[in-house]
């Protein structure tokens, strides 16, 4: 079990990381006020949801922006945590993916429902969600497989 937790331990690594540094800088212009942004990061997030006509960033339902407040006031302090516990080799490591995995699979579940339930989303909008779908199936996953006291990425002894 060593070679493939490692392999995943990486993977989400990185995921956690990217998270760790996109929840603010881009799905926290949906929730703060938007001056607190450089012009740059706003137009690349603008431009970016236009080319995948992501209606939802455009439209902001309550629901959309709910889940933008939980995404930043829940889930990236526990991606956050999940970097940190990756890198570390901490024990606790499989729990906090365990919590991601499941509250990022319910906020997708929510999304996923309204953009093919509404029939408005393009094929390219929905699979755009594909992989963050799966990395939080792997977090999920991650977070329920037996922990083998040393950490997958760095190999540091945790007794």
């Known amino acids: 079990?060593?070679?493939?937790?490692?392999?995943?331990?990486?993977?989400?690594?990185?995921?956690?990381?990217?998270?760790?540094?996109?929840?603010?800088?881009?799905?926290?212009?949906?929730?703060?006020?938007?001056?607190?942004?450089?012009?740059?990061?706003?137009?690349?997030?603008?431009?970016?949801?236009?080319?995948?006509?992501?209606?939802l960033v455009f439209e902001m339902p309550y629901f959309y922006v709910g889940i933008a407040w939980f995404e930043?006031?829940?889930?990236?302090?526990?991606?956050?945590?999940c970097v940190y516990g990756?890198?570390?080799?901490?024990?606790?490591?499989?729990?906090?993916?365990?919590?991601y995995g499941s509250s990022f699979l319910t906020s997708l579940a929510a999304i996923l429902a309204e953009l093919i339930g509404s029939k408005r989303a393009s094929e390219k909008l929905i699979r755009f969600y594909y992989p963050f779908l799966g990395f939080a199936v792997l977090s999920f996953a991650r977070g329920l497989l037996r922990y083998s006291g040393t950490s997958a990425s760095i190999g540091k002894q945790l007794c």
């Open 1 to 55: 079990m060593g070679a493939p937790l490692r392999l995943i331990d990486s993977a989400l690594f990185i995921y956690f990381l990217i998270i760790a540094i996109a929840v603010p800088l881009i799905d926290g212009q949906t929730i703060l006020p938007i001056d607190l942004y450089p012009k740059f990061l706003i137009e690349l997030k603008s431009w970016f949801f236009k080319q995948i006509d992501h209606y």
């Open 72 to 81: 930043l006031l829940f889930q990236w302090p526990v991606a956050l945590m």
């Open 86 to 99: 990756i890198a570390a080799g901490k024990s606790w490591f499989g729990t906090t993916s365990l919590i």
